[in-house]
């Protein structure tokens, strides 16, 4: 009830009584009075006038089940938040949830992830109080080969939830990782449990160094926030919902067709290695090559120096800038 009292709030500018407040969730005043004495030890500055009844002031950067649902615009993405002050990596949570047959669209958001990971085996620092580590837990009805192609569906949307929430524009590194000013603002690690031709569940895991004033020296140099970019705090919350709202649009396109076709424009316009020059680096083996735009499914088209054109898949690829990270 919590986050419905916290929605109704937050859609009336006016005060709302008490009484409407019970009438609408069919409750009494006592219960209500306690949820808004809650809220307002959460932080929340909620006016109460005699004869008038609540109005929501304001709301700080609240992380809780309660304020993301309140805001959740959809319809299955993140509708339902298992949260979490702290626990070890969110893809964890999600993955044994996933075990457990949690519903589709399931997501895991925690304020703190003490084992937090990246990708190929690296850690990813998960301070508390300053950013959004989310994992949304998905049952696709799709071939485990297609899987891949949702991580990029999830990087449109956070770069789409950043444009909507702070106005900032970000860009694509090709597969996953969000730059702004060729710095890295986000991760996104996806991982599956599948068999042959069957997906059990995939899991797809979003870092995004939203408030946050340093980092680790190793990175300091190509990692960069959104408040560093903005100058002001943001709402870590309005984010993820924004981001989760991007991310039911999305695939629901990919629904359609299980490729890219109905993103590829977008993703293309976006991606920051586009029309130059990359480094490929594959296990063992690299090479320079002319970065031209993902295709439909996904793959990285590149001309190479010989002027023939060539797939690159993600998985254990990653591509730099000639000169450094982008
Ligand atoms: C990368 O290396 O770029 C991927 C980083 C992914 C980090 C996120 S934070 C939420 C989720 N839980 C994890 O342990 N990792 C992902």
Redesign the pocket.
């Known amino acids: 009830m919590k986050s419905e009292i916290l929605r109704l709030l937050k859609e009336n500018d006016t005060y709302l009584s008490g009484q409407q407040i019970c009438d609408h969730f069919q409750v009494s005043r006592t219960a209500v009075w306690k949820v808004i004495e809650q809220l307002k030890k959460e932080g929340y500055q909620i006016e109460a006038v005699r004869n008038k009844g609540y109005r929501l002031v304001d709301s700080p950067d609240v992380m809780s089940k309660a304020e993301i649902e309140s805001l959740m615009k959809t319809r299955w993405a993140g509708k339902k938040v298992v949260y979490y002050d702290e626990t070890?990596?969110?893809?964890?949570r999600?993955k044994d949830a996933g075990e457990k047959g949690e519903e589709h669209g399931t997501l895991?958001v925690?304020d703190r992830?003490v084992?937090?990971?990246?990708?190929?085996g690296?850690?990813?620092e998960?301070p508390a109080g300053t950013?959004?580590?989310?994992?949304i837990l998905l049952h696709p009805d799709m071939l485990p080969s297609k899987a891949p192609r949702l991580t990029l569906l999830m990087a449109l949307a956070v770069a789409e939830g950043i444009q909507k929430v702070t106005g900032l524009e970000s860009q694509i590194k090709w597969p996953?990782?969000i730059v702004i000013h060729g710095r890295?603002v986000?991760?996104?690690?996806t991982e599956m449990s599948a068999e042959i031709d069957y997906i059990n569940y995939v899991?797809i895991?979003?870092?995004?160094n939203v408030n946050q004033e340093t980092f680790p020296q190793e990175i300091q140099e190509r990692a960069v926030s959104l408040k560093a970019e903005l100058g002001t705090n943001i709402k870590r919350s309005e984010l993820i919902a924004a981001t989760m709202e991007s991310f039911e649009k999305y695939y629901e396109i990919f629904r359609k067709t299980e490729d890219l076709s109905g993103v590829r424009e977008l993703y293309n316009s976006l991606l920051v290695n586009i029309d130059k020059e990359v480094k490929v680096l594959e296990p063992g083996h690299e090479y320079e090559a002319y970065a031209l735009g993902i295709n439909e499914t996904g793959e990285l088209i590149v001309r190479l120096q010989d002027g023939q054109e060539q797939e690159v898949y993600a998985g254990e690829v990653s591509v730099r800038g000639v000169y450094g990270y982008v």
Do not use: E, H, P
């Open positions: 070890d990596s969110t893809n964890n999600a895991f925690a992830q084992a937090g990971k990246g990708r190929r690296r850690s990813w998960s950013s959004i580590y989310m994992t996953n990782d890295k986000c991760g996104i690690l899991v895991g979003v870092g995004i």
